[in-house]
């Protein structure tokens, strides 16, 4: 007995139609198989797994002596409001590492207690995430 003769005695009935239930759509029927997110939230936590973040950098002594001599020079000169680029990091607040930024403008003060750059736009950027100052 072949698998096409096992059903030799329903094959050709009539389809069956309800007389309780309207016929419904192609299109609805297909909903119904359409895929949906059995667990909710699930992409968001692989897209975040896939999100790259870069790891902070030690400075070597050489390159923070550069900077501390560089915010020294900015010190000096803050009554003029120094134009500055600013590069430094960000920690990632989800995962471990972060991100750099770079950022320039007027800068308006050195604070500090926090350590910290005040630009004339009022940004504030911590002095311990700084890794390069181009005065």
Known sequence: ???????????????????????????????????????SGYEDAIDETARCTDCKAELCEDDAAELDEKIKLLGDKISE?????????????????GKYITVSGNLRLIEEMPRQLVFCGGMRIPLDGVVKISV
């Open 81 to 97: 409001e120094p134009y500055c680029e600013v590069t430094y990091f960000v920690p990632d607040r989800l995962k471990s590492g």
């Open 1 to 39: 007995m072949s698998v096409s003769d096992k059903y030799d005695d329903i094959i050709n009935m009539p389809h069956h139609v309800s007389q309780k239930r309207r016929h419904m759509l192609r299109q609805n029927r297909a909903a119904q198989f359409a895929s949906f997110a059995a667990l």
